[in-house]
């Protein structure tokens, strides 16, 4: 499994990820590229570098635990646990299929890896708020990673989650905001605007920083300060692109739960493996 | 003189017991531990007990969360909110996962009275069993409840737990033994057979020996368990006696009466009679009046059980 913090690498596996996750969606001909595609970067930078997880851990075993609640999402957790080696890349070919165990949504008991089953969006960070506090009456010293749409911070539940956190005071829990101003009906300030999202977040006592999702460094630097605040739950606030890396995929609706077309994909992947 | 007892207070009482030595065992409640009694909980072991405030779809979450931790989490509040706000909650982060959480609800149907209509949880069962996996439990009395508690504990997997608010009879003895899934023949009858969950086991018993006073030969099976039922001792009952009578304290649609009849359906048919909350909201009163007013006494079992024997007999015909 590679393990780096270089910037360079990262980005090169950044680029891997967008193939794969492009290349899985237009093979099962269903799936939602755009939030896939805004949120590389983060998994990359958690599951690549700071992460402390293995595919050969067993269940039991003490480790980093990262739930998608963007459940929709899926295929760029797929994308980066292949490329981790918790399952074999070709299994890629199978999302969505019938009895294939890449369900649409998080499925946990079948997927190794998948740590939280999601898909209903607004139930993912009360189950990373339940994990941290698993680890916490265990006395692990672990972390628990959580990623929420912008969209889905419509859900009351999220409001809830966030509240016990800040309540149980979990000072490893760390939540990522994918903030790509995008759901499915157009622009989140449209749809129900979530403004001032990052006051919201900090009135409900977390501790925030507000970083570009895309950007390497400030994303590994705000982990990394999110681990020295201790006694809060830390949201990561990430100003990203929905389609990030496919210019006609870029900041577009439509985009959220379409499958590109061979001719589309030969586009997309020829756009994503130049930027490099 | 019946001992009169709460199964709530078993519920409490049997957790702090548990707790004891099993550290894994964490509790989560919703505002209402002193009416659910999972204070008890809370005041023995405050550091595995989590109050989540009103807030019932996160705390279904975070047990979710402290199960796949390894936790064996019990969250708890009235039977109308952990089934009602939480459901798409439990379908979702519980049951699909087969995370290994016991959602015990109290208050559970119309006996909770006064409060009134918002607060009567008569469609819990219904929604809760239509959920693949789920177990879903009405134990007949405190005793009864003591050994379900136990006995969820030692299963992995999602359970709805259902209580209710007062002291009732009791049925069973202290030191019941309980296993999920089987039912409990409490008398045998060879006209007639009550098959009821909750506190019209204890109605049904009394119904039955009244029945046999007036020539009518009732039996009584406790079915405790709804899911997953006891398919062979309903298919028994059938066969023995020819017609059946269910009683729960829930709606007709969906509950106890709906799984028996669908069963026997499917497999033996005989008349089945249900007896349980009609299809309507009723108000605020006693638990008496609101059980008398859905037929949920010993008068009202012995009707339906006469109108079982008679449909027996003389099956309704549907006229041309
Ligand atoms: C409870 C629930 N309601 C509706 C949906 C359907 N849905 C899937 S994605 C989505 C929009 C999500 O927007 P956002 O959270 O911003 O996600 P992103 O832009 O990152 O794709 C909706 C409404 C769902 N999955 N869950
Ligand atoms: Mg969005």
Same mark, same amino acid.
């Given at each position: ?276 | ?189 060879? &006209?007639?057979?009550?098959?009821? *969950? #909750? /506190?019209? +086991?204890?109605?049904?018993?009394? !119904? =039955?020996?009244?029945?046999? %006073? ?73 638990? &008496?009046?609101?059980?008398?007013? *859905? #037929? /949920?006494? +010993?008068?009202?079992?012995?009707? !339906? =059980?006469?109108?079982?024997? %008679? ?10």
């Amino acid at each position: 499994m590679k393990r780096t913090e270089d910037i360079d690498e990262l980005k090169a596996l950044a680029r891997g990820l967008r193939t794969d996750i492009l290349t899985m969606i237009h093979t099962a001909g269903t799936g939602h590229p755009g939030g896939s595609l805004s949120a590389v970067e983060i998994l990359a930078a958690l599951y690549f570098a700071k992460m402390d997880h293995s595919p050969t851990r067993k269940p039991e075993e003490v480790r980093d635990k990262f739930v998608l609640s963007k459940g929709h999402g899926a295929p760029a957790l797929y994308a980066v646990l292949a490329n981790c080696g918790y399952f074999p890349k070709e299994e890629l070919a199978r999302l969505r299929k019938f009895d294939s165990f890449l369900s649409g949504h998080p499925y946990a008991p079948s997927t190794p890896g998948v740590e939280i089953t999601t898909g209903s969006l607004g139930q993912g960070l009360s189950q990373a708020n339940g994990l941290a506090l698993a680890a916490q009456l265990n006395g692990h010293d672990s972390y628990v990673y959580c990623l929420l749409g912008d969209g889905e911070t419509q859900e009351g539940q999220v409001w809830e989650a966030a509240m016990t956190a800040a309540h149980y005071r979990l000072g490893k829990l760390i939540a990522f905001l994918d903030n790509n101003e995008l759901q499915i009906d157009g622009w989140v300030k449209d749809v129900m605007n979530i403004e001032p999202i990052g006051k919201k977040w900090e009135s409900f006592g977390w501790h925030v920083q507000e970083i570009d999702g895309h950007d390497f460094p400030q994303i590994l630097a705000a982990i990394d300060k999110a681990k020295t605040v201790t006694d809060k739950p830390s949201l990561i606030w990430c100003h990203t692109v929905k389609g990030k890396g496919v210019s006609f995929m870029e900041r577009l609706a439509k985009w959220h739960g379409t499958a590109p077309n061979a001719d589309e994909l030969k586009k997309a992947l020829a756009e994503v493996n130049a930027n490099g | 003189m019946v001992e009169m007892l709460a199964p709530r207070d078993f519920y409490g009482k049997t957790l702090v017991e548990l707790g004891k030595t099993n550290k894994d065992i964490v509790v989560l409640d919703c505002d209402l531990s002193g009416s659910t009694r999972t204070s008890l909980f809370a005041k023995a072991y405050p550091d595995r007990f989590f109050n989540m405030g009103v807030a019932e779809q996160d705390m279904i979450g975070t047990a979710a969360g402290l199960a796949a931790g390894g936790k064996i989490p019990f969250a708890s509040t009235f039977a109308m909110f952990a089934s009602g706000r939480a459901w798409e909650q439990i379908r979702q982060s519980v049951a699909y996962p087969r995370a290994n959480v016991k959602v015990v609800a109290s208050h559970g149907g119309i006996t909770v009275g006064p409060d009134g209509p918002s607060h009567q949880a008569g469609e819990d069962i219904a929604i809760m069993r239509a959920i693949p996996d789920m177990t879903v439990i009405v134990p007949a009395d405190a005793y009864e409840t003591a050994a379900a508690v136990r006995a969820v504990v030692e299963y992995r997997g999602p359970v709805y737990l259902r209580l209710p608010r007062d002291k009732f009879p009791v049925v069973y003895k202290e030191g019941k033994t309980f296993e999920i899934g089987k039912a409990t023949l409490l008398r045998k009858g060879n &006209e007639v057979t009550f098959i009821t *969950c #909750g /506190l019209m +086991t204890e109605t049904a018993l009394r !119904a =039955a020996a009244e029945l046999e %006073t007036e020539g009518v030969s009732a039996g009584v099976v406790d079915m405790p368990t709804i899911k997953p039922l006891d398919v062979s001792a309903v298919i028994l009952a059938a066969q023995e006696s020819g017609a059946i009578v269910t009683a729960e304290e829930h709606t007709v649609i969906g509950g106890l009466g709906s799984a028996i009849a669908e069963t026997i359906g499917e497999s033996r048919p005989v008349p089945v009679v249900r007896v349980g909350i009609p299809d309507t909201y009723f108000s605020s009163g006693s638990p &008496e009046e609101l059980l008398e007013a *859905c #037929g /949920l006494t +010993t008068v009202g079992l012995k009707e !339906a =059980a006469l109108r079982a024997v %008679t449909l027996k007999k003389h099956p309704v015909r549907v006229r041309e």
